[in-house]
């Protein structure tokens, strides 16, 4: 890899891989970082096919391909199930079900589950009936397994100064052959001597390497790089999918990782933004000192929301996280070219004006401080939207969002917020006339 003419160096981590959520230590696994000359999401595609080239000329790895997140460490995958159960058995079933939704999937990569399997494993279950039957205790099993395979100590030998524990333990060509342990004594309570093989089962097979829980179910999790599509389509397809699928009884799926970040990090933009319009028309209320006037400056703010959702859709970019903050900002920044327009009209009335003049000489005075704000804005965000800094790729949804918002609440606040105005303000004549009616009568 240091050989490619892109690379300008690689680190290696032998038996550690970092992540968020795939941090683990392991024998075999590695981790290799490689640095760019250049920086880019143009520059790190073609470097991306050239190590997945000679990944794939390596037998006998498993391999994956993932960016540098921006605490350091490697990124995590983007697309994260996890299948929680009581069974085993079923929940490695189900897994391998949803490992095969999921590389079915278009936009799906590197697709790999959490089951990986560790040393042989000799168990031994013990049939609770039949060993109460004998008066035996699942305790007494643990116990007297425990003594002759790991011995006690019961005394101690001194030789001068030094002191040695004295170990009582089985002989190590008998805890060397597991055959010896069916013919291992128990004693019950009544003092009797009971085989161990007849009131446990034995068997050998390949242990988990870790077993993981969340609210005291056991957890496997299917992972994959996306490549192509954003992780929204993926999820929905996924989740169709798994509608038709047949799964285990018992088992449930929770998707983690970026979808579930994603999912609670956007129930909260929602819910700051309802709080951010609220205290906005009460700051209005405030200056204005009326309940209806605001409601003329809060119109721009779904003005500015459908230039920014065109913005995002014209230039591709996804509604995420970042552009929904850019969205919190816009209801910040529109609002100023109504306020401007609301609060000069209202002087010009004061002062003698008609609605109509007092519009018409709102706009034609206060159009030049308007533009003149929402082009030095525009131009600020700029590059930004055009990506031309290190790293401003993550930033980008969110200038995108900003600039679609501010040209579009420019453009349509001119010609919307008046005529709002003017209906306000004949309704408002017209109730004031006729309570001045109702008064007279």
């Known amino acids: 890899m240091r050989a490619l003419p892109e690379v300008k160096d690689a680190f290696t981590a032998v038996g550690y891989t970092t992540g968020q959520w795939d941090v683990g230590s392991a024998s075999n696994s590695a981790e290799i970082t490689i640095v760019l000359k250049e920086r880019g999401a143009e520059k790190t595609a073609p470097v991306k096919e050239k190590v997945k080239e000679i990944t794939a000329r390596c037998a006998g790895i498993e391999s994956s391909i993932v960016l540098t997140s921006i605490f350091g460490g490697a990124e995590d995958a983007g697309l994260r199930l996890e299948l929680r159960g009581h069974n085993l058995e079923r929940l490695k079933r189900a897994t391998e079900q949803v490992r095969e939704i999921v590389a079915a999937t278009p936009g799906t990569r590197d697709v790999r589950t959490s089951i990986e399997s560790g040393l ?43 002191q040695y524990d004295v170990r009582l333990i089985a002989a190590e060509e008998s805890r060397n052959d597991t055959a010896d342990l069916e013919n291992l004594l128990l004693a019950n309570r009544a003092g009797e001597f009971i085989r161990l093989g ?30 192509g599509r954003v992780l929204g389509d993926v999820v929905n397809d996924i989740r169709e999918a798994l509608k038709n699928a047949n799964l285990p009884p018992g088992v449930s799926i929770v998707f983690g990782g970026e979808q579930q970040m994603f999912e609670e990090s956007m129930r ?3 819910t700051a933004m309802l709080l951010s319009l609220i205290f906005v028309y009460l700051i209005m209320v405030a200056i204005f000192e009326s309940f209806l006037l605001p409601l003329t400056i809060w119109l721009s703010v779904p003005l500015a929301m ?25 209801i910040g920044l529109v609002t100023k070219n109504a306020i401007l327009l609301v609060d ?98």
């Open 306 to 330: 459908v230039g920014a959702l065109f913005s995002l859709t014209l230039t591709g970019h996804t509604l995420n996280i970042i552009s929904m903050i850019g969205l919190i900002m816009l």
């Open 198 to 227: 007849q009131v446990a089962r034995f068997s050998q097979e390949a242990g988990l390497k870790k077993i993981e829980r969340i609210d005291r179910q056991r957890v496997f999790v299917v992972s994959a790089n996306l490549e």
């Open 344 to 441: 000069f009209a209202n002087a010009a009335r004061k002062s003698g004006l008609g609605v109509k003049e007092a519009l018409a000489q709102a706009g034609s005075i206060r159009l030049r401080p308007i533009l003149m704000t929402t082009s030095a804005m525009v131009m600020a965000m700029l590059p930004l939207a055009l990506g031309l800094s290190t790293g401003s790729e993550m930033r980008q949804g969110m200038s995108v969002a900003l600039i679609g918002g501010l040209i579009s609440s420019t453009l349509l606040t001119l010609f919307v917020v008046p005529v709002i105005y003017s209906m306000l303000e004949s309704l408002k004549e017209k109730v004031v006339g006729l309570r001045r009616r109702g008064e007279a009568g």
């Open 268 to 270: 909260d933009l929602v």
């Open 120 to 162: 042989p494993e000799y168990n031994i279950r013990v049939d609770r009936d039949t060993a109460a039957a004998h008066g035996i205790l699942p305790g007494d099993v643990v116990e007297t397994v425990g003594l002759y395979l790991t011995g006690r100590v019961v005394g101690k030998y001194s030789d001068g100064e030094d």
